[in-house]
Nanobody
Framework: EVQLVESGGGLVQTGGSLRLSCAASGFAFDDYSIGWFRQTPGKEREGVSAIHNGDGATYYLDSVKGRFTISNDKAKNTVYLQMNNLKPEDTATYYC?????????????????????WGKGTVVTVSS
């Protein structure tokens, strides 16, 4: 079965850093793009970043450019999101998603409607 398992969330102060991990199994990792999305209660899920495993291209939501970096380790079937200079508005549950077809929204992040498989999320809280 397909599984996406996130880890690495936690509580951090403004200006701090966290690294999230998404461990994938049950599908052909190299055939998919992997994205990170976030959601707060009562709001729509928002695409944060994505990596295209075919050519290595990366994409970022405008509000996280220069602060977040996405990468992968194909030998481990794992995608990472390094988050630096965190702000209170980054507080959310972060989900990873696998996409056969990657599309990018007008705000720069991946489109959630292209996700075929979702993880269950990891909580990030940034204190002010």
């Amino acid at each position: 079965e397909v599984q996406l398992v996130e880890s690495g969330g936690g509580l951090v102060q403004t200006g701090g850093s966290l690294r999230l991990s998404c461990a994938a199994s049950g599908f052909a990792f190299d055939d998919y793009s992997i994205g990170w999305f976030r959601q707060t209660p009562g709001k729509e899920r928002e695409g944060v970043s994505a990596i295209h495993n075919g050519d290595g291209a990366t994409y970022y939501l405008d509000s996280v450019k220069g602060r977040f970096t996405i990468s992968n380790d194909k030998a481990k079937n794992t995608v990472y999101l390094q988050m630096n200079n965190l702000k209170p508005e980054d507080t959310a549950t972060y989900y990873c998603g696998a996409m056969w077809s990657l599309t990018i929204s007008t705000s720069g992040g991946p489109n959630k409607y292209g996700v075929d498989y979702w993880g269950k999320g990891t909580v990030v809280t940034v204190s002010s």
